[in-house]
């Protein structure tokens, strides 16, 4: 059994990878309706399909549909706040690093979700459903990349140098004390009715967060860059990003 220290480091540290682009600055930048229209497909199927999806899903899971309700309200209420302030709060002056903020919320948001999927398998100490063949390992390692690069074009743009840029990577390990977590509560109740609540509880609430701050990222930043250019290829772009990590998302799950 392959122990979950090394998965979550693993799954943690893949994002790093995307530093690579730092390589192709002028590549990058010149094609903007490629670069981020594939971002804008990337995050609108990350957080509107793939959490909302999960807050859907867990709605009917917790049992309670008042509380279920009332928790998937406050975390969509949450991360519309979270992005409001982050995009348009007199805090963040300059559009770039505005942006950019949103970005590493966004990831360090998904990565805690990642790692709270990755922990669930380890509850109890049975063997866990995590497959590790080839097909499997490389769909999260591109998936994890292509996470990263969610965090590094807008680091380009914003003519950030790259260590610091690589620091902001680090958002990624929030997958590494997410996958812990499902563990913890379960050694703190046990199999009981509170910690099933608690477990459903904390992915529905942050993937709420996430789905509206994705949808916010989509509709404030990344689809107005990219259809900046006069032309409609940007929408091209944008369907080819969200197929494209829809298909690795069949791949790994």
Request: net charge neutral; aromatic share 10%.
């Amino acid at each position: 059994m392959t122990d979950l220290a090394v998965l979550a480091f693993g799954v943690g540290v893949m994002p790093l990878a995307a530093i690579l682009l730092y390589a192709f600055p002028a590549l990058v930048l010149r094609h903007r309706e490629a670069s981020w229209g594939i971002l804008a497909g990337v995050v609108g199927f990350l957080g509107l399909s793939h959490a909302m999806a999960l807050v859907l899903l867990n709605h009917s899971l917790l049992g309670d549909p008042a509380l279920a309700t009332l928790l998937s309200v406050s975390g969509m209420a949450v991360g519309a706040g979270v992005g409001w302030i982050l995009l348009e709060g007199p805090y963040i002056r300059t559009e770039s690093n505005r942006i950019l903020a949103a970005v590493v919320a966004f990831l360090g948001l998904h990565s805690f979700s990642d790692g709270l999927v990755l922990g669930a398998a380890y509850v109890g100490g049975f063997t866990p459903s995590v497959p590790l063949d080839a097909v499997t390992v490389s769909a999260t390692a591109v998936h994890r990349f292509v996470e990263g690069t969610i965090v590094v074009i807008p680091a380009l743009a914003a003519a950030w140098k790259p260590r610091v840029t690589f620091l902001l990577l680090f958002a990624s390990f929030f997958s590494v004390v997410a996958a812990f977590l499902p563990i913890w509560i379960t050694d703190v109740y046990g199999f009981t009715p509170i910690r099933s609540v608690i477990a459903v509880s904390i992915p529905t609430f942050a993937s709420a967060v996430e789905a509206t701050l994705a949808l916010l990222l989509v509709a404030r930043a990344f689809l107005p860059l990219a259809s900046m250019d006069r032309g409609t290829r940007w929408v091209a772009w944008t369907a080819l990003g969200f197929i494209g990590i829809g298909l690795v998302h069949f791949l790994v799950e």
